[in-house]
């Protein structure tokens, strides 16, 4: 695999941070993953522009334009094309505040950020008829992560412990309600669920990350005629919906049939699933 840090692409065993970097000691960053497949990149605008939003909020200088960042995505799927032989690659992009003399929680304004990037393989997209998915299982908890989820902060031990407690549960994801028993999204992905032909999907706020799959399957879904609403909606709505999904870059949008131990509606991938699936597949590449 060839990495890229700091301006130069590398074998990614050669590259190498100090263990002083706040990245490392405070989790201070912000960071993307963007699928490709064949070198098509599926929401690079998107990702850029919430990469660039995610620096402002906690004051790192974006250290690339959005050109310059389109220039390292296409060096490192080039450049790992042979190692990762199904074309379908993921390129993630990581941005530390830097490399500090002292371990302090003030931050120093001026030091050069740490910028890491590599390419790793994704699954293939999904397939489109519901007898080829593999649908997930997911648990269901309480939020217990921090308040300001819409940043995409490289600290996420909130996000790996819920992820690890539904791998403990032996299902693939774990789904989160806030203090209100509301949907908020789940550990590493954005929730959608169908009732009676309607979709919805949980509005953006301080809870949730605004996912790029999230807003360009909302925009697919609308071209393609089917009906969906940015709506607030309970565990128990969820508990009692005909289909639940989950998107992220690397899922796709993927069917749910189990959330901790309920079956969703029959226990199979549903129909709205197969439409939903459809039109992301004829609109991603064009948002
Ligand atoms: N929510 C969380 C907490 C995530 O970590 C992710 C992606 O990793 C998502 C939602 C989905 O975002 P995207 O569609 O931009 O990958």
Known sequence: TIAFLNGEYMPL???????????????????????????NPVGFKGHTTRMAQ????????????????????SNLVSK????????????????????????????????????FGFAFEIAPPQPTSKTDVKPFKV????????QRCHIKSTS????????????????NETILYNGDG??????SCNVFMV????????????????GITRAIA??????????????????EDLLNADEVWLTSSSKEVAPVVEVDGHVIGNGEVGDVWEKAIAAYHSYKFKA
């Open 195 to 210: 009732k009676d032909g309607a979709i919805s999907t949980p509005p953006l706020n301080h809870e949730l990350l605004p």
């Open 13 to 39: 065993s050669e590259a190498k941070i100090s263990p002083m970097d706040r990245g490392f000691l405070f989790g201070d960053g912000i960071y993307e993953v963007i699928p490709t497949y064949a070198g």
């Open 182 to 187: 509301m949907i908020t999204e789940a550990s």
């Open 80 to 115: 790992n094309q042979t190692f990762i032989e199904s074309g379908n690659i993921g390129v993630y992009f990581h941005v530390s505040r830097g490399t500090d003399t002292k371990r302090f929680h003030a931050y120093p304004k001026h030091i050069a950020p740490t910028v």
């Open 156 to 171: 996420l031990l909130g996000n790996v412990m819920h992820y690890q407690a539904g791998v403990d549960a032996g299902v």
């Open 218 to 235: 909302i925009e697919a879904f609308k071209q393609a005629g089917l009906v969906v609403t940015e709506t607030w909606f309970s565990k």
């Open 139 to 146: 648990a269901l908890q309480q939020d217990k992560r921090w």
């Open 54 to 73: 995610g620096l402002e909020a906690i004051e790192i200088t974006n250290p690339y334009t959005a050109e310059q960042w389109q220039d390292i995505l």
